[in-house]
Each structure stands twice: as C-alpha cells, then as structure tokens.
C-alpha cells in the first residue's frame, strides 16, 4: 500500500474512475490513522505537553519525509506562487489548524472538539466553491448534512466545562483552518509531488513553532525518551499519522474534488470510537450504529454520484 503511494506521488497516468477509487482509499485510509491517532495522543499527553508533542511529530515527520525524498532524488524548484501556497498551507493547516484543535480540545472535552471539527467538510465545499469554483449541488449539500448528524449520533453533544466558549471558538478556527488548508493543497500545482508537499509544510510547521520549543526547552528536556510508551506514541505519530497520513490526504485531494473530500474526514470519529472501545474500554451506544451508517451512506453517495 505504502509503495503504491508513493509510486503515484511521483506521477503517473491514470482514469477517471482509477482516480475516484484511489482518492477514495487514500482519504479514507488517512481519516482513519487520525482517529487512531486521537486514542494515541490521549495516551501520550499525560507525558509530552500539546505543543511539545506538535513539534515531535512534526521532527520526526520531516525526517523520514526528507529521507524518503532524497532517496528518490526528487527535483526541489517552486515557481514564486506555488512558493506562496504552499507556505500558505504550513502556516494555515499544519500550524493553525493542529494547534487550535490542540487548544480546543483542551479547554473543552475530546467529544466537544469532534463535533465541532464535524463542520470541516461544510467549509471545504465553500472555499472550493469560492476559490477553486466547483459547483455547489444539492447533493453535496445533502452528503454533508448526513454525514454531520452521523458524527452528532455517534459522539453525541456535550458542551460542558468552564472554558467551552473559548473552546469551541478554538475548535471553529481549526475546523477553518483545515479547510482552507484542504482547498490550498488542491489549488497548488499538479507538477508537485505530494510528498513534497507535505514535506515542504511540515518544515514550515516546524519551523514556526521552534521558538515556542526553544522558549520552554526545561519541557523538553523533562521528558523520558527511553519510556517504551512515549517512543511508540511518537513513532505512531511522527511515522504515521503525520508523515503517511499527511500524505495520503494531500494526494487524494489531488484526485478528488475538494467539496467531496470534505466527507472522508468524518470517518475519523467512527475509526476513534472503535479504537477507544477496544484500547481504551470506552463504551459504544446504538447512535454509534446509525452515526456509521449515515456517514458511510454519504460517502457512498460521493462516490456513485459523481457528477
């Protein structure tokens, strides 16, 4: 799967219909990694503060996407606008976004930060329709709303907490944020693979909130690196929820509409409840089935309508 990947980041002829079902599976397998990544994190951050974890996975992400990248020899040249864009996207997606949520989620609840990001894909179809003028249908507009009372029925709404206010206000810049993020990444380019994209704003990531690190380096420095659960933690992270995931996301948005992307995200929700039930013990109601079930309809819907 990884070697597929990869192979059809660095070009590659393919169909329409070869398009749709690739795109499908790479969002779909990246929605899921991050809902494996939210049981991860939820782990891993009793040890390594939000920030500090950031900017770890981050380090850890540019140097296997950098090794990759000089493995394959790739030819590093932007043209000034793409340049712009694409530090756009590191700014607004890996920065912006990944820090609000972080934020977010800790001034509320887990559960309050998935039902906020739930209106992702309902600002992707309005940058897409604003910026890269995809047509705005009914149906989208339809997969959309199912899709969010799926995530509604399986997280259920738990607005609680002395800062949820600053919370979800928090989670709403994220929740933009990726969008736009989302949309920029479909307006760079073809002529960039997406493993240079994802390098290229991951570096910027890290290198923007190397100064919060250096600032705070005692944190760093607290941190027990030898702890088996923190190296896992950080190997799933770094590896594959940043460097792979990142990955699969910004080339599936090269293959599919930014306005259909959207949906794919949703399935991040479905993917963590599991994995919370399973690793964690958490429980599972019967809105969890009919979340599912009007999420993967709506994807289902993208996918066969593809007008």
Known sequence: MICLLFKITCGGTLTMKSKT???TLLLSTAAIIWGGMFVVVKVVVTIIPPIQLVWLRYLIAAVILGLISWLRHEHWYFTKHDLYLLILIGLIGNTLSIVAQETGTWLSTAQTGAVVTSSTPTFMIIFAWAILHERLTHLKILSVMMATVGVFMIIGIHFQGKNIFLGILSLLVAAVTWALMSVLVKKVSPQYSSLQITLFATLVALIVLS???????QTLMSIN???PIVIGCLLYLGCISTAVAFIMWNQGLQLIEASRSGLFFLLQPIAGTLLGWLCLGE????????????IISSVWMTIRFND
Do not use: E, S, Y
Request: glycine share 12%.
């Open 225 to 227: 690196f030898a702890n």
């Open 283 to 294: 429980t599972i109601t019967w809105g969890f089935f009919i979340g599912c079930l009007l």
């Open 211 to 217: 100064p919060v690190i250096l600032v705070q380096r």
């Open 21 to 23: 079902l690739l795109g």
